[in-house]
């Protein structure tokens, strides 16, 4: 029998407000621990928390640029338990009224453009962090993080492979990067991923039971889970089993899921309403003022870029769909560098330079003036394009500006006609029988010429040049 996987995703994001979602601490990452807290944020008892306004505006940003309706009257709630790191014994989250609703996110697969519905995004906190120190018999607890504002976006179950869990990740994490409401840091947990996993029969409209797996710190370590664990899940079921509903952690360093408890469902948590909080009222105003904060979103520059500038759709997909690859095309352009060819640059060799060092977009250190001047060396003829190669190279790897790796890869194209004069006389002479080949009508004998010509230059002539020169040379 062959198995569908069901994937859906729970995304919590810290939002890069300049104090935690309701007092006045800072909400700084690294900080000495519990140097960021206060009596409200370590939850002592008598305190009243007030609402960041600004923790409220990034959601709706958030909502907006997935496409989401906005609650126009919405509450938070408390989801009650008990954890050390928790400090008020409750989360203050959103269950009943989520603040966005029924949003979606195009993503593009390899079998063409794949909608991802949101099912909503909701407000809470964090909580604070347990230090475990090694070889010490006692764990520390860090309220730094306690209160810091999180939004959770979470999908309907439309994703079916890994792979398209992946990009899923990456498409939401640029949108969110580009509205500038989190660093999206998954190595320091300011994006981070939880993913429900079910499998059932191809062709079956029944989900099946899901697991949920934690501890998911890359988008590598997403794909590897999703796996993972429907061929487990797969496994179960057919060695006559069944996949049992719970809270699996994943194992970075063995590629494994283990148990780590068993899942809740949300009347675990007695919720209900936060009764120190006033209702989120959220008028068309409002509204309105977020979404001209909002800049240009991914979806709108890849229309620009295929419309206006003549980019094919798939490129422009690729490009307006990273904020530092979109960065780099647009300071290009405005240096000077043609869009059609900063943007064959960035797609085709960069992408496959970025796939053999494993390296993330948002990693590219060189600049758009630099890809620009690189551009302009080929376009005078001082490096031939397959040098222009070796100078990106260089620029991803070392981030030196392509005037100096010119110089020190010594790869300045010789447009010299008299160095290169010398050459093309004393080759033609040294070549007397396809030389005479060429001026009986074979022109084909001038690929030969060139060749030669290229290989005594160690390849830096300049191949129209040379043209010219041999055939000059050839009708004496
Ligand atoms: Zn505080």
């Not at 002592?44 to 009257?73: F, K, Q, S, W």
């Not at 020190?408 to 010299?416: A, K, P």
């Amino acid at each position: 029998m062959k198995y569908e996987t069901v994937i859906g995703m729970e995304i919590h994001v810290e939002l890069s407000t300049q104090t935690k979602m309701f007092c006045g601490c800072a909400n700084a990452f690294g900080a000495g621990e519990n140097t960021l807290c206060c009596p409200v944020c370590a939850g002592l008892p008598g305190t009243l928390p007030v609402i960041n306004a600004a923790a409220v505006d990034y959601c709706i940003m958030a909502g907006l640029a997935t496409n989401c309706e906005i609650t126009r009257h919405s509450l938070m709630d408390r989801k009650n338990y008990h954890y050390p790191d928790l400090t008020k014994g409750f989360q203050t989250s959103q269950l009943y009224y989520p603040l966005c609703r029924n949003g979606y996110v195009d993503i593009e697969t390899e079998s063409g453009v794949k909608r991802i519905g949101i099912r909503e995004i909701h407000m809470e906190e964090d909580a604070g962090k347990l230090v475990h120190p090694d070889g010490q018999s006692c764990s520390r607890v860090d309220y730094n993080r306690a209160g810091v504002p999180l939004i959770e976006i979470v999908t309907q179950p439309d994703m079916r492979s890994a792979e398209e869990g992946r990009v899923f990740l990456e498409t939401l994490r640029n949108i969110l990067l580009c509205i500038g409401i989190s660093d999206c840091k998954m190595q320091e947990g300011s994006l981070r991923c939880d993913v429900n996993i079910s499998v059932r029969p191809e062709g079956s409209e029944e989900l099946g039971t899901r697991t949920e797996t934690k501890n998911l710190n890359s988008f590598r370590s997403a794909g590897r889970a999703i796996e993972y664990e429907a061929a487990r899940q797969v496994d179960v079921i057919e060695g006559g089993g069944r996949v049992v509903q719970q809270t699996l952690r994943y194992d970075d360093a063995t590629g494994t899921t283990s148990a780590l408890r068993s899942k809740e469902d949300s009347h675990d948590y007695r919720y209900f309403p936060e009764p120190d909080l006033m209702p989120i009222v959220v008028d068309e105003d409002w509204i309105a003022r977020i979404r001209e904060r909002l800049p240009e979103l991914p979806e709108t520059k890849r229309i620009r870029y295929e419309r206006e500038l003549g980019i094919p759709g798939r490129d422009a997909r690729m490009l307006s769909s990273s904020r530092r690859l979109s960065a780099i095309f647009e300071t290009a352009m405005a240096a000077g560098a043609a869009p059609r060819a900063a943007a064959n640059w960035l797609i085709g060799d960069l992408m496959r330079m970025l796939k053999d060092r494993l390296l993330d977009t948002e990693e590219i250190g060189f600049s758009g003036e630099d890809l620009a001047a690189l551009i302009a060396l080929i376009d005078k003829g001082t490096i031939s394009s397959t040098a222009g190669r070796q100078v990106l190279e260089g620029m991803l790897d070392t981030g030196k500006p392509p005037s100096k790796l010119v110089e020190e890869l010594g790869l300045t194209q010789i447009s010299d006609a008299d160095a290169l004069g010398e050459i093309v006389k004393q080759i033609v002479r040294d070549n007397p029988k396809p030389a005479a080949d060429y001026r009986a009508g074979k022109k084909k004998a001038m690929a030969f010429f060139t060749g030669q010509a290229m290989k005594r230059t160690k390849g830096k002539a300049n191949p129209v040049l040379l043209q010219e020169l041999f055939a000059k040379e050839l009708k004496k």
